[in-house]
């Protein structure tokens, strides 16, 4: 059974700073690889899906890479801004992208 | 578009009451789920479905019943409400071409059981 695990489960940090979120997953027979964003009281937003052929995905600010091999996958965010304070989810399959396992998240905090 | 709409969006049930979520999502997904999410236990997924008149179970189905009549729609049943279903439900869907399953959510449907 996948278990998808992330650490830490709070993160606080200055604007402008660089920083890595950590996602590991215990099957390394993975399908895919998601990352959400969730802003309270809302639904996930969808940010990056890395297939298991691909290491990374590129999305403006947002880098994500996927190493199987290792079990971890990580979400790099560039210059953070205040605006990119929410909780981070990973979500992993080893199946159709309907059946994800997730993570509990880490609440990102990004002060001025 | 409007994605994946849920309704209704907060109820309050009665212990033994039953009810049912509605999910319509209207990008022509194939597939669909539905997630409850609690507190330091993250999503777990409760039923998916593969295509109208396909589905199947979760982690935590125990308690909770779905049909697909329709590629748009995906009711989740609670049949006997209980506290324990005290939770915040989420609907999903995605493609799922070939691996490229990019999963999108609605906003949500919040449920108090007492």
């Known amino acids: 059974k996948q278990e998808v695990t992330q650490i830490p489960a709070a993160l606080s940090v200055p604007e402008g700073e660089n920083l890595v979120l950590n996602c590991s997953f215990t099957?390394?027979?993975?399908?895919?690889l998601q990352w959400f964003r969730q802003d309270p009281g809302k639904g996930l937003t969808s940010l990056l899906l890395?297939?298991?052929?691909?290491r990374e995905q590129t999305s403006g600010r947002l880098n994500a890479s996927l190493d199987k091999s290792s079990g971890r996958s990580t979400l790099y965010i560039a210059a953070s801004q205040p605006g990119d304070s929410a909780t981070y989810l990973c979500g992993g399959s080893t199946g159709t992208a309907s059946k994800l396992t997730f993570g509990t998240g880490t609440r990102l905090q990004v002060t001025l | 578009n409007a994605g994946v709409t849920q309704t209704p969006k907060f109820q309050v049930l009665k212990t033994g009451q039953s009810m049912t979520l509605q999910c319509a999502q209207d990008m022509n997904h194939e597939y669909m789920s539905w997630y409850r999410q609690d507190p330091g236990m993250g999503l777990r997924l409760i039923h998916y479905?593969?295509?109208?008149?396909?589905?199947d179970q979760g982690e935590v189905p125990n308690g909770y019943n779905v049909s697909r009549s329709t590629t748009e729609d995906f009711p989740l049943r609670l049949l006997s409400a209980a506290p324990s279903q005290t939770s915040v439900y989420f609907c999903?869907?995605?493609?799922?071409?070939?691996?490229?399953?990019?999963?999108?959510f609605g906003e949500g449907s919040r449920l108090t059981v007492l």
């Open positions: 999903a869907s995605s493609y799922d071409g070939g691996g490229a399953g990019e999963l999108f």
């Open positions: 099957d390394s027979a993975i399908y895919n």
């Open positions: 479905s593969v295509g109208a008149g396909i589905t």
């Open positions: 890395i297939q298991s052929s691909q």
